[in-house]
Protein backbone atom coordinates (compact mmCIF):
# COMPACT_ATOMS: atom_id res chain seq x y z
CA UNK A 1 0.00 0.00 0.00
CA UNK A 2 1.66 3.62 -1.05
CA UNK A 3 2.13 5.78 2.01
CA UNK A 4 3.55 8.86 2.71
CA UNK A 5 3.84 10.27 6.37
CA UNK A 6 4.65 13.97 7.36
CA UNK A 7 6.92 14.48 10.47
CA UNK A 8 8.74 17.44 11.57
CA UNK A 9 5.82 19.87 12.72
CA UNK A 10 5.63 21.84 16.02
CA UNK A 11 4.99 25.73 17.60
CA UNK A 12 7.92 27.49 16.52
CA UNK A 13 8.62 31.47 17.16
CA UNK A 14 8.59 34.27 14.23
CA UNK A 15 11.07 33.77 12.52
CA UNK A 16 12.25 30.51 13.48
CA UNK A 17 12.89 27.22 11.25
CA UNK A 18 11.81 23.71 11.04
CA UNK A 19 12.18 20.86 8.74
CA UNK A 20 9.48 19.05 7.89
CA UNK A 21 10.22 15.40 6.00
CA UNK A 22 8.06 13.51 4.24
CA UNK A 23 8.96 9.50 4.39
CA UNK A 24 7.35 7.13 1.80
CA UNK A 25 6.18 3.39 2.41
CA UNK A 26 5.12 0.74 -0.17
CA UNK A 27 6.75 2.49 -2.96
CA UNK A 28 10.25 4.02 -4.36
CA UNK A 29 9.63 7.72 -4.58
CA UNK A 30 12.45 7.91 -7.62
CA UNK A 31 9.58 7.51 -9.61
CA UNK A 32 7.61 10.38 -8.25
CA UNK A 33 7.32 14.43 -8.42
CA UNK A 34 6.62 15.63 -4.42
CA UNK A 35 4.79 18.74 -3.63
CA UNK A 36 4.33 19.93 -0.46
CA UNK A 37 0.99 21.87 0.52
CA UNK A 38 -0.64 23.23 3.36
CA UNK A 39 -4.17 24.00 4.93
CA UNK A 40 -4.84 26.73 7.36
CA UNK A 41 -8.42 26.39 9.06
CA UNK A 42 -11.16 27.93 6.99
CA UNK A 43 -8.63 28.52 3.77
CA UNK A 44 -8.43 26.06 0.83
CA UNK A 45 -4.98 24.17 0.49
CA UNK A 46 -2.34 25.45 -1.47
CA UNK A 47 0.52 24.81 -3.45
CA UNK A 48 3.77 25.31 -1.29
CA UNK A 49 6.72 24.06 -2.89
CA UNK A 50 7.39 20.53 -5.61
CA UNK A 51 10.47 18.45 -6.38
CA UNK A 52 10.94 16.77 -9.79
CA UNK A 53 11.89 12.60 -9.22
CA UNK A 54 15.51 13.27 -10.01
CA UNK A 55 15.70 16.60 -7.39
CA UNK A 56 16.82 18.49 -10.87
CA UNK A 57 14.01 21.13 -10.83
CA UNK A 58 12.35 22.82 -7.70
CA UNK A 59 9.70 24.94 -7.99
CA UNK A 60 7.82 27.45 -5.14
CA UNK A 61 5.09 29.42 -4.99
CA UNK A 62 5.97 33.18 -4.50
CA UNK A 63 5.64 33.90 -0.68
CA UNK A 64 7.62 31.07 -0.13
CA UNK A 65 10.43 32.18 -2.30
CA UNK A 66 13.96 32.53 -0.32
CA UNK A 67 12.40 31.16 3.07
CA UNK A 68 11.82 27.20 2.40
CA UNK A 69 14.09 24.80 0.51
CA UNK A 70 12.77 21.45 -0.42
CA UNK A 71 14.93 18.55 -1.20
CA UNK A 72 15.03 15.01 -1.48
CA UNK A 73 17.42 11.67 -0.09
CA UNK A 74 15.85 8.93 -2.79
CA UNK A 75 18.24 6.85 -1.11
CA UNK A 76 16.13 7.39 2.28
CA UNK A 77 12.64 7.26 0.18
CA UNK A 78 12.45 11.06 1.83
CA UNK A 79 11.50 14.38 0.90
CA UNK A 80 12.38 17.39 3.08
CA UNK A 81 11.22 21.08 3.21
CA UNK A 82 13.46 23.41 5.33
CA UNK A 83 11.39 26.21 6.48
CA UNK A 84 13.11 29.27 7.44
CA UNK A 85 11.54 32.96 8.25
CA UNK A 86 8.79 31.74 9.54
CA UNK A 87 5.50 33.93 9.56
CA UNK A 88 2.29 33.16 11.67
CA UNK A 89 0.64 33.37 8.18
CA UNK A 90 2.47 30.39 7.61
CA UNK A 91 0.44 28.20 10.20
CA UNK A 92 -1.56 25.43 9.00
CA UNK A 93 -1.71 22.07 8.51
CA UNK A 94 1.29 20.57 5.87
CA UNK A 95 0.99 17.94 3.43
CA UNK A 96 3.13 15.95 1.19
CA UNK A 97 2.13 14.50 -1.89
CA UNK A 98 3.27 12.40 -4.75
CA UNK A 99 2.45 12.46 -8.69
CA UNK A 100 3.80 10.78 -11.65
CA UNK A 101 3.30 14.14 -12.94
CA UNK A 102 5.86 16.44 -13.14
CA UNK A 103 7.08 19.55 -11.66
CA UNK A 104 8.77 22.21 -13.15
CA UNK A 105 6.71 25.08 -12.74
CA UNK A 106 3.98 27.03 -10.85
CA UNK A 107 1.39 25.22 -12.17
CA UNK A 108 2.22 21.92 -11.30
CA UNK A 109 1.80 23.39 -7.64
CA UNK A 110 -2.33 22.58 -8.04
CA UNK A 111 -3.58 19.55 -6.17
CA UNK A 112 -5.43 17.58 -8.33
CA UNK A 113 -2.36 16.95 -9.91
CA UNK A 114 -1.53 14.90 -7.18
CA UNK A 115 -2.78 11.28 -6.17
CA UNK A 116 -0.79 9.93 -3.51
CA UNK A 117 -1.24 12.24 0.52
CA UNK A 118 0.04 12.01 3.73
CA UNK A 119 -2.25 12.78 6.89
CA UNK A 120 -0.20 16.23 7.37
CA UNK A 121 1.33 17.71 10.27
CA UNK A 122 0.85 20.81 11.93
CA UNK A 123 3.26 23.76 11.51
CA UNK A 124 2.12 26.44 14.59
CA UNK A 125 4.00 29.94 14.93
CA UNK A 126 3.48 31.76 17.58
CA UNK A 127 5.14 34.52 19.97
Known amino acids: QLQLKESGGGLVQPGGSLRLSCAAS????????IGWFRQAPGKEREGVSC????????VYADSEKGRFTISRENAKNTVYLQMNGLEPEDAAVYFC????????????????????WGQGTQVTVSS
Open 97 to 116: AATRNRCSWEHDLRAYRYDT
Open 26 to 33: GFTLDYYA
Open 51 to 58: ISSSGGTT
